[in-house]
């Protein structure tokens, strides 16, 4: 008997021709931004989480908030309020000499041009750092290492630059480490190349954040700012002792300067206003896939009631040799699922290949899992099922001597 209903559908849809066709392509259009965007969105949040999670739970990060913003986000305030230099020696001090507190590592956010023979690029990120900052941030190398604070008064100071950099200003060399680059009229040594990705904990603000150059703290030649500092990341001996490092590390700061509104933060704390933001996201996705559903299911709707006035005197027909009001319901309500379903097939294909292009041009991984897909699917079932339902009870419901005296074939 199912078989029969889907021949009856499968010939019904061919039937209506075009009206068909764009109604299924509307379904999958619907279903392809559905898709498409919880896979963008599963792809960010786990993005972000990963970042954070790489700088590590025992780490604290250590700033004065700005007054360029007034949010208090910890996500953008460490990256993108910070960027004006107010931290001095003395505070790294007491950050240092606090009790828990076994690695330090002050730094600065520059900018400018770096150079290499006739290539010039701007880094993302330049930040002035000490040696102690490769193993807070756990940096991967693809080749070389990082630079040791011994080298800051040499005459060619080494620094390490992101694979993006390197892609930049070296591409055409296969060993980037020991080439010569130009900052400010400084010269810089290739000391180390980051691995792709390493660097990702940077990527809080906007820009590529493999397009990074790290640099030792001589490379600062203004004396009015060169003690001073945009932030402090600071590793703590244990995970337990990170809240109690931290209370310490505020009161001391208090103590020292009360006009300062200094920051001190867990990455708990960070991945915490993360997770805020991902679920406004993940509530907006919401709402626009409710209503791709909802103008999914009105198209599905709206052919359906046409088919069955189109239809209506083969419906009295099938009446006259035998088919009961529940054959006919029935006969409508698998075609609108039939529809829905083949729509929901192509919108998941357009979904795919879309995750394939944004990998491909956008810094974002869309995950789509097979339970997304069979969701999906689900849904366009149960969207055709709801949607048709009305048509078909009208359809099963024809009268049938007016069904025949219609002028409808």
Known sequence: ?????????????????????LTILGIAMGLFLIITLIAVGEGVREQVTAEMNQLGPDVLSVFVNSNTSESGDPASSLLAQNKKSVLTIDEIDIVKNTDHIVETAPIKYLSGEVKYKDRITTPNYIIATNDNYPEIRNLEFESGGFFRESDDNSSVLDVVIGSATKKSLLSDDKNAVGKILEYK???????????????????????NPDNILLVPFSVESDNTTKFLYSAILTKVNKVDNVTSAKQMITDSLKRFDQDKEYKVQSQDEVLGSTKTVL????????VIAVIAVIMSGI????????????????????????????????????????????????????????????????PIQPIIEPRLIVFALGLSAIVGFIFGTGPAIKASRAEVV????????
């Open 299 to 362: 198209g599905i709707m709206n052919v359906m009631i046409v088919a069955v006035t189109d239809r209506t005197k083969e419906i009295g027909i099938r009446k006259t040799v035998g088919a009961t009001s529940k054959n006919i319901f029935w006969q409508f309500s698998v075609e609108a699922i039939m529809m829905t379903l083949v729509g929901g097939l192509i919108g998941v294909i357009l979904s795919v290949v879309a995750s394939f292009i944004i990998k491909y041009f956008v």
């Open 1 to 21: 008997m199912f078989r029969r209903y889907v021949v009856a559908s499968y010939l019904g849809i061919k039937s209506a021709g075009y009206r068909s066709v």
């Open 402 to 409: 007016s069904a025949l005296q219609t002028d409808h074939t």
């Open 185 to 207: 009229n400084i010269k810089l040594r290739v000391s180390g190349v980051l691995k792709e990705g390493s660097s990702n904990n940077e990527s809080m603000t906007q820009g």
């Open 279 to 286: 679920a406004i996201l993940s509530s907006l996705i919401f």
